[in-house]
C-alpha cells in the first residue's frame, strides 16, 4: 500500500543531495557576505529590547530582536524567560557594539548601586 501511495518518491541517493551547508548558506545570507546576523547583546525584558532598537536604528544600524514574542504572549518584563537577543547584520556588529556598550540598562529593581559603583553589603 505504501509503495502505490508514494510512487511518485524515487529513492534517493545520498551523494545527489547537496551540500546541507550551502542551502543553509543561501538561504540565511551566511557564508562571508556581511549580512549574517550577529548578536551583540542581550537585554532583560522588551521594553529595554525596544530602546536597544531605537538607538540602533537611529544610528542606521538594521536591528532583529528576537525573543520579544514569547516575553508578550505570557507577560514576562524580567527574568531570564523574559531576555531578548539584539542581532545585526554582520557588516554593522562592530558600530552596534560600540553603541550597544554604552548604554546603560543598570538601576532596575533591586540593582541599586551606591557611588563607587558597587553593591553595598556592610
Partial sequence: MTMRTLSWQKPVDERDRPDP?????AT????????E???VG??????R?????S???QAGISVFLQGTSVAGVYGLIGGPLAEVRIFVPAVQAEEAARIF??????GGPGEEEDAEGENSEE
Fill in 21 to 25: 551547508a550551502k542551502l543553509a548558506r
Fill in 28 to 35: 540565511t545570507g551566511g557564508g562571508g557576505s556581511g549580512v
Fill in 37 to 39: 546576523p550577529v548578536c
Fill in 42 to 47: 542581550v537585554v532583560g525584558g522588551p521594553l
Fill in 49 to 53: 529590547a525596544e530602546i536597544a532598537r
Fill in 55 to 57: 538607538y540602533l536604528e
Fill in 101 to 106: 556598550a554604552e548604554l546603560d540598562f543598570s
